[in-house]
Structure formats: C-alpha cells, structure tokens
C-alpha cells in the first residue's frame, strides 16, 4: 500500500521561529517524486518544495528546506524564520514515476504561525 | 503564465441532481487530475487524464466521471448527487516534470 503519515495534527510556533514538520510515507517503488503542499484559509494547494527521489541532495527553497531520508522513508519540512502568511495546512505527498500518475497525500498538519 | 482556472468556485445542488465541474490547465500541460478533499477523508483521487485519455482512476462510484478535450481542458461529471457528495473538488495540472499545480477548487455543497 501507498500511504503518507503525517503524525502532527496541529502545531502553532511565534513569528520568526523555526518549524519543522513531519512526513513518512509508504511505498515499494524506488523512483518517485516527493512534495509538500501549502493550503492557506483561500483553499488553493500551493506547491512549497518538491524532491526528486534520486538526488541525494535536500531540496531548499528560500526559507523551505526539506530534510529526506530515503532509507528511513521521510520527508519532514524545515520552514526558518516563521511569518505571519506561513499560517496554512501543509500536506505531504508523493507521485511515483513509473504507473498511476496520481498524488497520495498525508491528512495535512495545520500550522499556526502566532504574532 | 496563466495559472489553472476552475470553474465555478461555488455551486448548491439537490440531491438526486447532476453537476458538472469545469478545469482548465496551464497552457502547455496535458495531464489534468481531479481530487475530492473533505474533513473526513482527506484528499483523495478521482481521476486523471492524459492527451484526452482516461489514465488512472480512483475508487469512487461510477457516478463521478470525466473527460478531457483537445485543448486539454476537462470536465467533470457527477451524476445522481448525493450529500456524501460535499466537498471541495481540485483539480491538478502537470507538465512533464511532474510537479503538480492546482486551480482553487469548486466547493460543492449537496443539500
């Protein structure tokens, strides 16, 4: 099965901080993209970061930078001096390269960024 | 660039009823994927098409159908609407590197 655990529902931080969000995910492929999507109040999925499976290499982002772990399955999400407009839920998700072009996504943790 | 376009953003229906969602991709994108989302169940696929082409499709009833035209735009159908059926709909436009880009959704509320 292909499934994407996001293990924190909620987590809130001050303005300026550094946060780092939490994603394992599931599967028996070896090629795979993987994403974190940004959902703020407007509904819209906004794509933050993506990481292509073979590069070892953490993808950044200005201020978004991911820390991926092949071996061990995860792709937490590291966002460095916090702003007000970070306030969104955050999915994780993964496409594989080969076979069903779909999306699998995590049940998102809801980020509050406080002033 | 224009972005991906859904229309429309809102829409009521009645149970019973059918009702057809619109998506239009970025210029140049062939692949539309359409994803329901809702409290309970999260984000879950329905289905995506390619070159006008059905490619994959979730595990929803054969109530939610698709299609996709030559100019990549698509559609999507639900027939019979049933109140299980709320919720906000996205759907997903991808080039060949696979990122995918979303529009803002229609939110459908089935009373």
């Known amino acids: 099965a292909q499934t994407v655990t996001q293990s924190q529902p909620e987590m809130s931080v001050q303005e300026a901080e550094t946060v780092t969000l939490s994603c394992t995910y599931d599967?028996?492929?070896?090629?795979?993209?993987l994403f974190w999507y940004k959902q703020p109040p407007s509904r819209q999925m906004i794509l933050v970061i993506r990481?292509?499976?073979?590069?070892?290499q953490n993808a950044t982002e200005n201020r978004f930078s991911v820390n991926f772990q092949k071996a061990a399955k995860s792709f937490s999400l590291k966002i460095s001096d916090s702003q007000l407009g970070d306030t969104a839920m955050y999915f994780c998700?993964?496409?594989?390269?080969?076979?069903?072009?779909?999306?699998?996504f995590g049940q998102g943790t809801r980020l509050t960024i406080n002033p | 660039k224009a972005g991906v376009t859904q229309t429309p953003r809102y829409l009521i229906k009645t149970r019973g009823q059918q009702v057809t969602l619109s998506c239009s991709p970025i210029?140049?994108?062939?692949?539309v994927s359409w994803y329901q989302q809702t409290p309970g169940q999260g984000l879950q696929f329905l289905f995506e098409?390619?070159?006008?082409?059905?490619?994959n499709k979730g595990n929803f009833p054969g109530r939610f159908s698709g299609r996709q035209f030559s100019n990549s735009r698509s559609e999507m159908n639900v027939s019979t609407l049933e109140l299980g059926d709320s919720a906000l709909y996205l759907c997903?436009?991808?080039?060949?590197?696979?990122?995918?880009?979303f529009g803002q959704g229609t939110r459908l509320t089935v009373v």
């Open positions: 997903a436009s991808r080039g060949p590197d696979l990122g995918a880009f």
């Open positions: 599967t028996s492929e070896s090629n795979y993209y």
């Open positions: 990481q292509e499976a073979y590069k070892q």
């Open positions: 998700a993964f496409i594989i390269i080969q076979g069903a072009q779909k999306l699998v």
């Open positions: 210029s140049g994108h062939r692949s």
């Open positions: 098409y390619f070159s006008e082409t059905q490619r």
